[in-house]
């Protein structure tokens, strides 16, 4: 209860502090709102959606609308395309059943890895939404199916996947393009440890790690080892702490943006040689109105100019065109 708590009033205060412009500064993000969804056929809007991927192949964008089960396809500009019901396993009955799709991540063979809520193994889906694959993470690791995960998905730039575990085991396992296990990264023991649980994953152009954490140091840069190279951020008040991180991209000029889902805002920062990031912006803001989030779940970019923010409780996307990058503080 007392963590709680602390969470409640963190995020209290993170939704005054954390808006566009930290305590007056000057915004260094610029940006316009260039569309918003908030559904598909019509009257049908999400609910609780909580996965977004974009697919650099056919230039769509793909939604897990977790609480309706379905995943959605649109174009780049927010046109929809289609959508369909994620059906699952369900790992106590071994009956299908609709499922709850989390995390989403688009294949150059037209392939859609998806993992869910639901299930315990990532699900391989062609073009045309159909399960051809189960892959099971604990066949991988040797460990019993029912003490292991999938939840968030990342891949680089050889297609190499990356899958972040939760459960008994908290690390991150490393797939071939033909998805067999390449290498882990972190421990593969069994540890009730919270400030392992990642919130987020990306990989960067140079192969470089990130992953957001619900607990502990908020966004770290990992080497192949599992091992913190850099991080920042603690759940308190300020630009540079969190109330509950839950994602991360890179832009093309390596700056961090990072959705704290309970502060209903992005952060965004730019590297440095050593230690910390700067800080130079944070969007969005409490509010359902373009421009502001509410309880904002995902984020994904086209690595160009435009960004893409799901959002949890406003049950819509906005896609952002950031018109002027800025690169210093």
Same mark, same amino acid.
């Given at each position: ?28 993000? !610029?940006?316009? +709102?260039?569309?918003? +969804? ?23 964008? @793909?939604?897990?609308?977790?609480? !309706? ?27 299908? %059943? ?17 993992? $869910? ?14 399960? +051809? ?24 730039? $050889?297609? =190499? ?43 960067? !152009? ?13 966004? %770290? ?20 702490? =969190? ?7 890179? $832009?093309?000029? $390596? ?8 502060? !209903? ?13 700067? =800080? ?12 502001? =989030? ?26 952002? @065109? ?8």
């Amino acid at each position: 209860m007392a963590r709680l708590l602390r969470y409640i009033l963190l995020a209290a205060c993170g939704a005054l502090l954390g808006l566009p412009g930290w305590a007056g500064a000057s915004p260094q993000v !610029h940006y316009t +709102v260039a569309a918003i +969804v908030t559904g598909y056929t019509g009257c049908t809007r999400f609910a609780r959606p909580a996965g977004l991927a974009y697919d650099p192949y056919r230039n769509e964008i @793909d939604v897990a609308d977790t609480g !309706h089960g379905q995943i959605a396809i649109y174009s780049a500009s927010g046109a929809p395309r289609g959508h369909f019901v994620h059906v699952v396993l369900d790992p106590a009955t071994h009956k299908q %059943r609709p499922g709850e799709p989390k995390g989403l991540l688009p294949r150059k063979n037209g392939d859609l890895l998806v993992t $869910d809520n639901v299930c315990n193994y990532i699900d391989v889906l062609d073009f045309q939404g159909r399960s +051809v694959r189960q892959v099971y993470p604990a066949d991988l690791l040797g460990l019993p199916r029912d003490k292991v995960q999938p939840r968030c998905l990342a891949v680089d730039g $050889d297609g =190499f996947i990356y899958v972040s575990l939760t459960g008994s085991v908290h690390a991150i396992l490393v797939l071939t393009t033909s998805l067999e296990l390449a290498c882990t990264i972190g421990s593969t023991k069994p540890a009730n440890d919270a400030t392992q649980e990642i919130t987020g994953l990306w990989v960067d !152009h140079a192969g470089t790690i990130y992953a957001t954490y619900a607990q502990g140091q908020c966004v %770290r840069e990992l080497d192949t080892d599992g091992h913190t190279i850099t991080g920042f951020g603690i759940h308190d008040v300020g630009p540079m702490n =969190f109330s509950l991180p839950a994602g991360v991209i890179t $832009d093309p000029h $390596d700056n961090l943006w990072v959705i704290d889902t309970l502060r !209903h805002c992005v952060n965004i920062y730019q590297p440095t040689p050593n230690g910390a990031p700067t =800080f130079l912006d944070a969007l969005g803001g409490f509010g359902d109105t373009a421009g502001l =989030f509410l309880y904002p779940s995902a984020i994904a970019t086209d690595g160009a100019t435009r960004v893409f923010v799901l959002e949890s409780t406003g049950a819509r996307l906005q896609i952002l @065109d950031v018109v002027e990058p800025t690169t210093t503080p």
